[in-house]
């Protein structure tokens, strides 16, 4: 299986502030990498699909990339309403994998 | 606007078989890939299978307990997990997965069932 290793576990940053989660691949692999935002008591949301395209209605300050097995997720400007655990998860090879999570808190 | 919602018992005894439905309204099940996923403390989130037009595939760890079946005229899926454990206690979802560029991304989702494995 591939591993999606992910960090931080949880970060504290304030409003406005710019925020990275990466996941490290376990193994080389194409740009099938998907990044959701799931809050408490709800199922994940699709944010990012295949490394860096947004989903439609995601905001702008959302994005994601890709720079060989390392791929990063980053909130531009931190607001209130983006307090939530994210999620990668790839999708290059069965089985499906998901990284362990980021807790983003303000 | 797809809407999914699972469906079953909350509650399972030990070696018995989990059983699981997700009725799909606002499209039909033939135009994508649909996946069971669920969620642990433990564990985080696990991919458990998924069945399209195509096929279906299965996660490994789970294949010789898994099935996953489709009826079309009900416009649902569903999922039978048989020999269950305390370890399958979790929060099952049921998703849609995107259809073409990105068709790993899952983009749709129930609001997902808790299961707990428990006498």
């Known amino acids: 299986d591939i591993q999606m290793t992910q960090s931080p576990s949880s970060l504290s940053a304030s409003v406005g502030d710019r925020v990275t989660i990466t996941c490290q691949a376990s193994?080389?692999?194409?740009?099938?990498v998907n990044w959701y935002q799931q809050k408490p008591g709800k199922a994940p949301k699709l944010l990012i699909y295949?490394?860096?395209y947004l989903e439609t209605g995601v905001p702008s300050r959302f994005s994601g990339a890709k720079s060989g097995t390392h791929f990063s997720f980053t909130i531009h400007s931190l607001q209130p309403e983006d307090i939530a655990t994210y999620y990668c998860?790839?999708?290059?090879?069965?089985?499906?994998?998901f990284g362990q999570g980021t807790k983003v808190d303000i | 606007q797809v809407q999914l919602q699972e469906s079953g018992p909350g509650l399972v005894k030990p070696s018995e078989t989990l059983s699981l439905t997700c009725s799909v309204s606002?499209?039909?099940?033939?135009?994508?890939?649909w996946s069971w996923i669920r969620q642990s403390p433990g564990d985080g989130l696990e991919w458990i299978g998924y069945?399209?037009?195509?096929?279906?595939r299965n996660n490994p760890s789970l294949e010789n307990r898994l099935t996953i079946s489709v009826d079309t005229s009900k416009n649902h899926f569903s999922l039978k997990l048989s020999s269950v454990t305390a370890t399958d206690t979790a929060l099952y979802f049921c998703a849609r997965q995107r259809s073409g560029v990105g068709f790993g991304g899952f983009d749709f989702w129930g609001p997902g069932i808790l299961v707990t494995v428990s006498s």
């Open positions: 295949d490394a860096d």
């Open positions: 998860q790839q999708y290059d090879r069965f089985p499906y994998t």
């Open positions: 606002g499209g039909t099940i033939g135009s994508h890939s």
């Open positions: 193994q080389d692999m194409s740009n099938y």
């Open positions: 069945f399209s037009d195509s096929g279906a």
